[in-house]
């Protein structure tokens, strides 16, 4: 992910592999991932992450708080991290 404080090079170096990349990969990956019944779908990522059972470290970007706040409302153990 790249945020304000990004280098250049980096968003430059992510642009350039999405435009390496075929369109019927990236058509298919992100089906996979939004899909119907996909946990890129809120209500079906809630629905599983409140099953984990093994610690997690979840680590968001300074662009993703908005996530982070949402992640550290599900149930977590004491191990549990949650970093932004």
Same mark, same amino acid.
């Given at each position: 992910?790249?945020?304000?404080?990004?280098?250049?090079?980096?968003? #430059?170096?992510?642009?350039? *592999?999405?435009?390496?990349?075929?369109?019927? $990969?990236? +058509?298919? &990956?992100?089906? @996979?991932?939004?899909?119907?019944?996909?946990?890129?779908?809120?209500?079906?990522? #809630?629905?599983?992450?409140? *099953?984990?059972?093994?610690?997690?470290?979840? $680590?968001? +970007?300074? &662009?993703?708080? @908005?996530?982070?706040?949402?992640?550290?409302?599900?149930?977590?153990?004491?191990?549990?991290?949650?970093?932004?």
């Amino acid at each position: 992910f790249n945020t304000a404080n990004s280098p250049d090079w980096q968003r #430059f170096w992510h642009e350039r *592999r999405l435009q390496g990349m075929p369109a019927s $990969v990236l +058509a298919r &990956t992100f089906s @996979a991932m939004y899909g119907p019944g996909t946990p890129g779908r809120r209500a079906v990522a #809630f629905d599983y992450l409140t *099953r984990r059972r093994c610690p997690v470290l979840a $680590v968001y +970007a300074e &662009t993703a708080a @908005a996530n982070c706040a949402w992640e550290r409302t599900l149930p977590h153990g004491p191990q549990d991290r949650i970093v932004l």
